[in-house]
């Protein structure tokens, strides 16, 4: 899948975690928008008194988009998009 749909389209994107593992982080059918915010329980700092326990990793999506579009692009995307509300 093309980057430039996958905020659009949902994908699975890899989060890499302090304790060196990688976890999927499934995006699903929402949209993803520029500083929308996801949390992975357990996977966070460790706590100060219990070392064992570990709190939550916030993952924050920077979602890049393109300089310019055409305007047959910008055609096609006004015919597939849902009008814009007033």
């Known amino acids: 899948m093309q980057r430039d749909l996958q905020a ?3 994908s699975t994107v890899r989060i890499p975690t302090l304790s060196g593992r990688t976890i999927p982080l499934e995006t699903g059918d929402s949209v993803v928008h520029p500083g929308m915010v996801r949390r992975i329980h357990g996977e966070g700092l460790p706590y100060p008194k219990q070392p064992t326990r570990r709190g939550d990793l916030i993952v924050e999506f920077e979602v890049e988009f393109p300089e310019h579009l055409s305007q047959n692009v910008r055609n096609k995307l006004a015919d597939l998009l ?5």
Request: proline fraction near 25%.
């Open 8 to 10: 659009l389209l949902g």
């Open 82 to 86: 849902p009008p814009q509300r007033t």
